[in-house]
């Protein structure tokens, strides 16, 4: 089975470089698309999250945090407490901060190879950014949908999240300290005298880590920014067209949806402006762009595999739950819908929006602390819970 999959890979890198040679245009206008996505879209929006992040872990900040999420991430989802952090900054910060996290608490042994592809599976995501500002305001021209988009997304994640807590043994028994933020500051100084560094150290450390993994991510971009293009020239992403749009008539959805998903089972952002540009219904829309949202395109589930390799963690289940999380969030509309009947009962926009382009803003901060916040407030909710049990 190795085998066939090798040589399978084998003769589509082949057929790759010969369209190449074939379709030189082509390549070169899909590596400059590619290119330009990097620069000005992820380069800046993403590259802070990295360095940051790493810093907070070489400080012994998570080992703080996974003693006050230990009450919920456990209960929850089977999952360490530090795990936590690589939720929140994986539901706020956008692909593939949640991957690249999860990489990092596997490095520092704070979760297994398991943990750590089931904590992958469900943590990277869309940021709000995309999900608040790109998608209803840039393409759809109504900003009331952002919340809506914003929700099924994310309750699609915490979906897989719960769902794949009972394919993981039963968790140890966990004792709530007595004193949980006494017991937090002394396992972050515990940390923190094993491995003392100084502070240029770890913050050369933290940058060189974040441009290797921004120019890694830039190369998956415009890879598949490349093969988009050769398709597209080759006519080859007609036949997917068709393939969709029969499978769209089972479903009861417009074919005329089919163009979108062909591309965005290569790329999410190109899939999703492709369904907004369509003369499908609006709800029809939503579902189409959700269910591409969850399955994120295969250039970021590249991406993702290729940052969890690193440390040996398997991206097969995070792969496999690509389909389902699109499935979900595609469902979550019309539920949603119905739970919130004025949502979808505002008139389009009289006058077309400008784009906006999504870029680094410090204000972005404060996701990733109200999404900590949160879990924070849950957690002390869980830990209450289990005192109160313990007294009865």
Known sequence: MKRFSALFFLLLVLLAAIMMLFYPQAAYEGACRGLETWT??????LLPFFIAADLLLSMGFV????????????PLFRLPGEAGFAVALGFTSG?????????????????????????????NNSSPLFLLISVPISMLHQPQLGALLLAAHYLANVTIGILLRFTAPPSRQYIVPRHLLRSAFAQMQQYQAQHRQPLGAMLGQAVQKGIDSIVKIGGFVLLFSV???????TGLLVLLQNLFAAVLGLFQLSPDLSAALSAGLFEMTLGAQTAAESQAFLLQKL??????????????Q??????LASQTISARLYCLCRPVQG???ALYIPLLTVLFPDILSVDALQQTIPAVTPVFDGSLLLFPLAALAALLVLSACFRFCWRMKQQM
């Open 40 to 45: 000005t879209h992820l380069l800046p929006s």
């Open 63 to 74: 080992r703080f945090l996974g003693v006050l999420l230990e009450p919920v991430m456990r």
């Open 95 to 123: 692909f593939p901060m949640g991957a690249v996290l999860t990489a990092s608490l596997k490095e520092q042994k704070l979760c297994t190879a398991q943990e750590a592809a089931r904590l992958a599976a469900f943590t």
């Open 227 to 233: 093969l988009l293009s050769l398709l597209q020239a």
């Open 287 to 300: 579902m189409v762009i959700s269910f591409i949202l969850g399955w994120s395109g295969l250039s970021i």
């Open 302 to 307: 590249a991406q993702v595999s290729s940052i």
């Open 327 to 329: 499935f979900l969030s």
